[in-house]
């Protein structure tokens, strides 16, 4: 189960890509038409990812972008917008933002590509957190025995 927070000033939007995306089950979206409100959401550490509008009141998807990463918070983060500007995909690539795209175009395309990004964007930050954690557990292994190392390979070190 994916838990998706979506940020987006037009409600309709907002409502269409909630349908769309927890239509098979496997995601929930939480809305909010504001990144100012959505910010208070991410303290609480439910949600698996944002995706963000860009072009918004009050603060822009980049300026939520910079709070979510200046928090040291590294939720996997979309841009999903109808600005197509290349410096503002730069950017978004260069504050953070795990994924970059535009909205437009044949809509059951444009939603399942947004689904794919939100899938591909948890699942590799689960997979980078799992591997950090088995690392560090190796770490915490080898270090507790330091002859160990050595003694694992017979006839590779000599023990003494």
Same mark, same amino acid.
């Given at each position: 189960?994916?838990?998706?927070?979506y940020?987006?000033?037009?409600?309709?939007? !907002?409502?269409?890509?909630?349908? *769309?995306?927890? =239509?098979? $089950?496997e995601?929930t #979206?939480?809305?909010?038409?504001?990144?100012?409100?959505?910010?208070?959401?991410?303290?609480?550490?439910?949600?698996?990812?944002?995706?963000?509008?860009?072009?918004?009141?009050?603060?822009?998807?980049?300026?939520?972008?910079?709070?979510?990463?200046?928090?040291?918070?590294?939720?996997p983060?979309?841009?999903?917008t109808?600005?197509?500007?290349?410096?503002?995909?730069?950017?978004? !690539?260069?504050?953070?933002?795990? *994924?970059?795209? =535009?909205? $437009?175009?044949?809509? #059951?395309?444009?939603?399942?590509?947004?689904?794919?990004?939100?899938?591909?964007?948890?699942?590799?930050?689960?997979?980078?957190?799992?591997?950090?954690?088995?690392?560090?557990?190796?770490?915490?292994?080898?270090?507790?025995?330091?002859?160990?190392?050595?003694?694992?390979?017979?006839?590779?070190?000599?023990?003494?």
């Amino acid at each position: 189960m994916y838990r998706i927070l979506y940020v987006d000033d037009e409600p309709a939007l !907002l409502e269409i890509t909630k349908v *769309f995306l927890e =239509q098979d $089950g496997e995601i929930t #979206v939480d809305t909010r038409t504001s990144a100012i409100p959505a910010l208070s959401l991410l303290d609480s550490g439910e949600h698996d990812a944002i995706i963000s509008d860009y072009q918004m009141p009050g603060m822009d998807g980049i300026a939520f972008l910079k709070k979510v990463r200046a928090s040291g918070n590294k939720i996997p983060f979309i841009l999903f917008t109808g600005k197509g500007r290349e410096e503002v995909v730069i950017q978004a !690539l260069n504050e953070g933002a795990d *994924f970059y795209l =535009q909205k $437009g175009g044949d809509p #059951v395309s444009q939603f399942a590509e947004l689904s794919n990004k939100i899938r591909y964007a948890i699942n590799s930050k689960r997979a980078e957190v799992t591997l950090r954690e088995k690392t560090a557990e190796l770490d915490r292994f080898f270090n507790s025995s330091p002859d160990l190392s050595v003694s694992l390979i017979p006839g590779v070190f000599s023990a003494g």
